[in-house]
C-alpha cells in the first residue's frame, strides 16, 4: 500500500510522513512547494497532479487546508475555491483510480455544543471554515472509499497556543487567556497513530466520520494550568475576554467525545498532562 500526504509541509502532514519513514508502508509527500522527493499538487489546478500514480487500496491523506478561520471570512471566495472546489474535484479524481480518501476535518462542523456529544451527533458548522469542511465530506457521505477525521485541537510543542504559552514563560511575559473556550484537546502523537492506523485497517471500521478529540474537554485556562504545572513553571497568565467578533467564527464550547479513536490506538489517548511531558521530554532530547 501506497500512503499519499496531501499537505506534507504542514502541521499534521509533515508529523504522518515521519512516522510512516522506514515503515512498510511506502509514503509519498505532495506539496503545492515541492522538493525533489515530493509530489506537485496545486488545488487551484487540481489536473497538474499525476493521478495515474494512485493504484487500488492506496490511501491519500488530504491535511491540506486554507484553515485559519479569519481567513475563511475575509478571503472567502479564495477559501472555497481551495478548500471545497479544488478538494472535491482531487478527491474525486483519486476516487476514479481506486484511491482511498482520509480527509482532515474539524470538531466546528458540530458547532458550539455545552453536551457532551459523539460522532453520530448532526452538524451545525460554525465559521466560514467549518461550513467549508461540512460540505466537502457531505458528498461522500455513503462512500466507501472516503473517511474524514474530525479533529479537536490538536496539541504539541509547535501548536500555536502552547508556543504562544511557552514564549511568555520564556520571556517573563504575563499571558492573556481568552475565556470560556473548551476543547477536547488531542495530542498530536493520537492523531497520527490514529490516521496511520485507520489507512491500515481500513475494513475494520466502516464509518465515514471519526472524531479524533482527546479524553478530557479542557478551557484554556484549564491547559494553562497544566502546562504551569508539569513544563512551565514560570508561567504566569490572566483571564481576558476577546472582542465580540472572534466568537463567530470559533464556538466558544466543543464537548467531544471519541468513542473509535481508542479502537484504533488500541490504546486511551493521551490527557494534556500526558501529552505535555512526553512533548517537552522530546523538546529536551532534541536540544
Not at 467549508?132 to 509547535?158: D, T, W
Not at 470560556?180 to 498530536?188: G, N, S, T
Not at 491500515?200 to 471500521?205: D, H, K, Y
Not at 472524531?211 to 491547559?223: C, I, K, Q, W
Amino acid at each position: 500500500m501506497n500512503v499519499f500526504v496531501v499537505g506534507c509541509n504542514g502541521y499534521i502532514g509533515k508529523t504522518v510522513v515521519e512516522s510512516l519513514q522506514g515503515s512498510e508502508i511506502t509514503v509519498k509527500a505532495v506539496s503545492s512547494h515541492p522538493t525533489s522527493d515530493m509530489l506537485f499538487l496545486d488545488l487551484l489546478d487540481t489536473d497538474c497532479f499525476s493521478y495515474s500514480q494512485i493504484k487500488i487500496g492506496d490511501v491519500v491523506f488530504v491535511a491540506a487546508a486554507i484553515s485559519a478561520p479569519d481567513i475563511c471570512a475575509n478571503e472567502h471566495d479564495l477559501a472555497w475555491a481551495v478548500n471545497v472546489t479544488g478538494t472535491s474535484d482531487f478527491i474525486t479524481k483519486v476516487m476514479e483510480q481506486g484511491g482511498r480518501v482520509i480527509l482532515f476535518s474539524s470538531d466546528t462542523v458540530y458547532g458550539e455544543r455545552d453536551k457532551e456529544f459523539d460522532d453520530q451527533a448532526s452538524c451545525n458548522p460554525a465559521g466560514e471554515y467549518a461550513v467549508m469542511k461540512h460540505e466537502v465530506e457531505k458528498r461522500y457521505i455513503g462512500n466507501p472509499l472516503f473517511k474524514a477525521i474530525r479533529l479537536s485541537y490538536v496539541f504539541s510543542q509547535e501548536d500555536k497556543f502552547t508556543k504562544y504559552l511557552t514564549g511568555c514563560a520564556d520571556g517573563g511575559e504575563e499571558a492573556e487567556i481568552y475565556h470560556p473556550f473548551y476543547r477536547a484537546v488531542i495530542h498530536r502523537d493520537d492523531v497520527v497513530d490514529g490516521a496511520i492506523a485507520l489507512a491500515q485497517r481500513w475494513g475494520e471500521f466502516p464509518q465515514n466520520i471519526i472524531n479524533f478529540g482527546g479524553p478530557d474537554v479542557l478551557a484554556r485556562t484549564e491547559y494553562a494550568k497544566i502546562m504551569q504545572d508539569e513544563v512551565l513553571p514560570n508561567l504566569r497568565f490572566r483571564v481576558t475576554e476577546p472582542d465580540a467578533d472572534y466568537f463567530k467564527n470559533r464556538p466558544r464550547v466543543i464537548r467531544m467525545t471519541s468513542p473509535v479513536l481508542t479502537s484504533l490506538l488500541g490504546r486511551s489517548a493521551h490527557t494534556l498532562r500526558e501529552a505535555a511531558r512526553i512533548e517537552f521530554e522530546r523538546g529536551k532530547e532534541h536540544d
